[in-house]
């Protein structure tokens, strides 16, 4: 539990994150690096790329946009039905602020509430915030954007009814229940009937092939240099929904995750107090969106407040015109590895984070190139390759040496590493 232990941080007995005061434990791991992103709200800012690509609503669904970072554990895991001893709760997971709460890990944290209150179709913006490895498509703070969509029996039914239409299917509409006492299968839950299941999952992917034409489809060619996108649907798990997908992406040359959604567990709507209605529920990373739409080419462009950036998102009438033109012409990446002992309570993440933490813009990737287990002693030894390229600027050989050693000294001295 301790393998992570900043003492900037944690010997604090209280720690203020958006303007609250809270109790520090065991389980407290936010450094003061990611308390710098707390409040930054890209998705609020006007002309950002997070910003812009928010503002392509679905019409029909109410949206919100500033619903605190900062929940509780029961909110991000429980009323998700994740399990007690599931990994997603992990401390190397996360960033706790304390044994009960936690930065958001993602916004599917707000869907109870948002239930309760009653709505029936609603959208979510916000920051959320996961211990995570390094690379061009990840950062340990982004955006989601999170759909859900209630539906009851009228309105399943009208659905059924204009699927047959459309599909040229037999079947008795007015016969259409919503409920069984049945079993769970790949295609459905145990208390769903198959054609609610399949209903949903049909309106579900709709809306989002939808969503992703809109984005994506060309509209002014030959002006517009985004065209049409490639993508598929794979199967998932999430433990609030069942069945479960991802739509994958082509992005520069490889599948990458944009979103997981799927047929929300009964439970979930039945413990929010909507068990007469059956929902799907969506979470996007606006991130990927945006790198896609734009063509930007790292994460950490995002949060850059370099003008050189930004200014070329500003004052356009139509998104699909941007083109981002990178700031620095290619560089190549600076590679250094390091290898160390580590102990046995050790997470990857630890070390990913605490190179997050120190590093000031430098670090591109980092990948595990090498484990090695000493045929005596039994240890363990990592041996990671750290790529260094800044987004705006080329690098000298002694500022990537001097934080390459500021890397070393600071995973010896907290993370109780032995370097080789
Ligand atoms: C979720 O967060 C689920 N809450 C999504 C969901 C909602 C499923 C509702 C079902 C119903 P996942 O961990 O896969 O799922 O993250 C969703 C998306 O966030 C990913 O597809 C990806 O686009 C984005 N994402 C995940 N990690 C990172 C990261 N470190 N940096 C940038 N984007 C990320
Ligand atoms: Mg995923």
Request: hydrophobic share 35%; aromatic share 12%.
């Amino acid at each position: 539990l301790n393998a992570c232990f900043y003492t900037s941080v944690t010997t604090l007995e209280r720690v203020s994150v958006a303007g609250k005061d809270y109790d520090c434990d065991e389980w407290t791991n936010i450094t003061p690096k990611i308390l710098s992103y707390v409040g930054r709200n890209l998705h609020t800012q006007k002309d950002h790329p997070i910003y812009i690509v928010k503002e392509v609503n679905l019409p029909l669904f109410a949206v919100f946009d500033n619903l605190s970072p900062v929940v509780t554990v029961k909110q991000n895991f429980d009323s998700l039905l994740t399990p007690k001893d599931h990994v997603s709760r992990n401390r190397s997971e996360n960033y706790y602020i304390n044994k009960n709460t936690v930065l958001r890990a993602h916004t599917s944290a707000h869907e109870h509430e948002l239930i309760r209150s009653g709505l029936s179709a609603f959208l979510m913006v916000g920051d959320v915030y996961r211990r995570d490895t390094i690379d061009a498509t990840h950062f340990p703070v982004f955006h989601q954007l999170e759909g859900v969509r209630l539906f009851n029996s009228q309105q399943v039914k009208k659905r059924n009814y204009l699927f047959q239409l459309f599909s040229k299917c037999e079947g008795n509409t007015a016969d259409l229940t919503l409920f069984e006492n049945g079993q769970e299968t790949a295609d459905k839950q145990m208390c769903h009937t198959l054609e609610t299941s399949k209903l949903l999952e049909f309106n579900l992917k709709q809306t989002i092939e939808d969503f992703t034409s809109l984005m994506f489809k060309t509209k002014l060619p030959p002006l517009n240099l985004n065209t049409d996108v490639e993508c598929k649907w794979v199967e998932a798990y999430f433990p609030f929904t069942h069945p479960s997908f991802e739509l994958e992406i082509k992005y520069n040359g490889e599948w990458i995750e944009m979103l997981g959604c799927g047929i929300l567990k009964q439970q979930i709507l039945n413990e929010a107090g909507a068990c007469d209605q059956v929902a799907w529920a969506f979470g996007l990373g606006l991130e990927r969106l945006s790198m896609k739409l734009f063509d930007i080419p790292d994460i950490r462009y995002m949060w850059t407040t370099d003008d050189s950036f930004l200014s070329q998102f500003k004052n356009h009438e139509d998104f699909k015109s941007i083109q981002f033109k990178p700031i620095l012409s290619k560089q190549p990446a600076v590679a250094n590895d390091i290898a160390f002992w580590i102990p046995n309570d050790y997470a990857m993440n630890d070390f990913y984070d605490l190179v997050r933490s120190v590093d000031d813009g430098l670090v591109q990737t980092v990948t595990l190139v090498d484990t090695f287990v000493h045929s005596e002693s039994g240890k363990q030894s990592h041996c990671y390759r750290i790529y260094y390229r800044h987004t705006s600027r080329a690098l000298t050989q002694a500022e990537v040496n001097n934080l390459h050693n500021r890397i070393k000294d600071a995973a010896e001295s907290q993370l109780n590493v032995k370097g080789r």
